[in-house]
């Protein structure tokens, strides 16, 4: 069985500029969480979708936001990129709104 | 703001040696999981403990969860070169905060064969 699936696994973008990342939960799965984790940093949390309504967020600006499709699939988008941005996107899946979570490899950004 | 520090933040020790981890916050989680992370790859459950006091094992690791929930430690015994990796615990919140982990620094396990 295909685990979290995450696009594009590296990207380098330059200040000011848009990236949107994207993931694929495990098949069945309802609920998707995204989280930053900045290098020697623990993950922290950006977002929570259950069932396509935002169930939480983080302490992150308005920058940053995110959706769920029907498909439970999830886009999460990052305007107006500063340095500081630069770091591993991990997105996470699990059955319900709340338990383990299952994380796919993540997508590192790099800010130019 | 819930916060966990883990400690050490980093241990290199040789194949066969004991060792422990530690999670420490003040505040009080409604569960608390242990994660390994390699490098290149996203973080992957090792545990979930939920009751104050819990002791769990799974194999030569063993997890133990504080009897107040705000602390846990995770006990390797002797050390294999497969367990080196960061080993991150994160707790979830009470209430209507449960979705949502908070993770520690973490701490990076290297045992040298």
């Known amino acids: 069985d295909a685990g979290v699936t995450q696009s594009p696994t590296h990207l380098i973008k330059t200040r000011g500029q848009h990236v949107t990342l994207r993931c694929s939960p495990i098949s069945g799965h309802k609920s998707v969480s995204w989280y930053q984790q900045v290098l020697g940093q623990g993950p922290q949390f950006i977002f929570q979708y259950y069932e396509k309504e935002e169930r939480g967020r983080g302490n992150f600006p308005d920058r940053f936001s995110a959706r769920q499709f029907p498909n439970y699939s999830s886009e999460l988008n990052v305007n107006a990129l500063l340095l500081g941005d630069s770091a591993l996107y991990l997105c996470a899946s699990s059955p319900q709104a709340t338990g383990e979570l299952f994380f796919g490899e993540g997508s590192r950004l790099t800010v130019l | 703001t819930q916060l966990l520090e883990q400690s050490p933040q980093f241990l290199s020790i040789q194949e066969g040696e004991n060792l422990t981890v530690y999670c420490n916050s003040s505040s009080v989680f409604s569960s608390l999981q242990w994660y390994r992370q390699e490098p290149g790859e996203g973080p992957v459950l090792l545990v979930t403990?939920?009751?104050?006091?819990e002791v769990k094992k799974l194999k030569r690791l063993t997890f133990q969860f504080g009897d107040a929930r705000k602390d846990s430690s995770l006990h390797i015994t002797a050390a294999q070169p497969g367990d080196t990796g960061l080993y991150l615990c994160?707790?979830?919140?009470?209430?209507?905060?449960?979705?949502?982990?908070?993770f520690g620094k973490g701490t990076l396990l290297t045992v040298n064969p």
């Open positions: 403990v939920v009751t104050g006091g």
């Open positions: 994160a707790g979830a919140g009470s209430g209507g905060s449960n979705y949502k982990l908070t």
